[in-house]
């Protein structure tokens, strides 16, 4: 990722879709590529299923949660209705959103 100048991941963490294949390896390596620049780095995973499915040990699963944004649909948490989910974001992925929406390039919808 680094070679490619990426700046941010996002990765669906679902076992349904061969998210299983991150091996704890591949993962410590992510996280590497996150701790090199974290102010400028982000990773979003949908983690509806992920964190429970994946054979990692507890520490590799913390490390994730602390250092990757998050997002979950309810209706998959805890069976309600679609459409709303919880997030879970980094400090420096949150003053990013903070600046944009200071002079953001397109227009916020708002509901």
């Known amino acids: ?26 993962i410590r390596e992510f996280l590497r590529w996150i701790d090199g620049d974290p102010a ?23 490390a994730v949660m602390a250092k990757c944004c998050l997002f979950m649909p309810f209706q998959k948490a805890i069976g309600g209705v679609s459409g709303y989910f919880v997030a879970s974001f980094t400090p420096h992925a949150l003053a990013l959103i903070e600046r944009n ?5 397109w227009a916020i919808p708002r509901q």
Do not use: K
């Open 40 to 62: 400028n780095r982000h990773a979003v995973f949908d983690a509806t299923s992920m964190l429970g499915a994946m054979p990692w040990e507890p520490e590799l699963v913390s």
């Open 101 to 105: 929406q200071q002079d953001p390039a």
């Open 1 to 26: 990722l680094s070679a490619l100048d990426v700046s941010i991941f996002v990765g669906v963490g679902h076992e349904t879709t061969g998210a299983n294949a991150y091996t704890s390896r591949e």
